[in-house]
């Protein structure tokens, strides 16, 4: 059963660009969440999306944004990028109603730098 | 605001020295407590779910526990190969899960 599927892996962009990320989730999986990784301030919450609605979306700034497509593949959009912004983000995929009650499928993650 | 703290932040141990991972919680409604190990470059790996105070369960040389402020996840006689980060994580009323930053493991052979 193959596993949760995230592109690109690395990328590098500059200040002021924008940057898509794609997360494929496991097979039959209708929930899919983002988190943003990074040293300072551990795993945080982007959003979720289950059968292509925004269930809930963390602490961030409108510059991040979402979204979830009819076979449940999720993209996640961050425009005008800032140095903070490095980060590996990681999207997850759930079988659970609720993603705060069950286990949690990630994939490798993407790692932006941003230069 | 839910909030989850693990200590230490890092821990060093002999192969074969016994040790425990805290993660301390403060997650309205408590609906699950998750543990997860990461290796470098990876994403997160489901270890446990823990629903319930009093409960305990157990994966090869991890056992983890549960209180109504705290998780512990026990490592019995560890080996070079359980170096990692473990993530705790409280799921609750919220419905975001809350992570703390996580117990990076090292064990030495």
């Known amino acids: 059963k193959a596993g949760v599927t995230q592109t690109p892996r690395y990328l590098i962009k500059t200040r002021g660009q924008q940057v898509t990320l794609s997360c494929s989730p496991i097979s039959g999986h209708r929930s899919v969440s983002w988190y943003q990784q990074t040293p300072g301030q551990g795993l945080q919450f982007l959003f979720e999306y289950f059968s292509e609605t925004q269930r809930n979306k963390g602490n961030f700034p409108g510059r991040f944004s979402g979204r979830q497509f009819s076979n449940s593949r999720s993209e996640m959009n961050v425009s005008t990028l800032e140095l903070g912004d490095s980060a590996l983000y990681l999207c997850?995929?759930?079988?659970?109603?609720?993603?705060?009650?069950?286990?949690?499928?990630f994939g490798e993650g993407s790692r932006l730098t941003v230069l | 605001e839910d909030q989850v703290t693990q200590s230490p932040e890092a821990l060093r141990l002999q192969e074969g020295e016994s040790s425990s991972l805290n993660c301390s919680y403060t997650?309205?409604?408590?609906?699950?407590l998750f543990w997860y190990r990461q290796d470098p470059g990876k994403g997160p790996e489901f270890l446990f779910t823990l629903y319930s105070a009093g409960e305990e369960k157990e994966k090869e040389r991890l056992k983890a526990t549960l209180t109504k402020k705290e998780s512990f996840l026990h490592i019995t006689a560890p080996k070079p190969e359980d170096s990692a980060t473990y993530l705790c994580a409280g799921g609750g009323g919220s419905y975001i899960p809350t992570f703390g930053r996580g117990t990076s493991l090292i064990v030495h052979p």
């Open positions: 997850a995929s759930s079988l659970a109603r609720e993603i705060n009650t069950g286990e949690l499928f």
């Open positions: 997650v309205s409604g408590l609906r699950g």
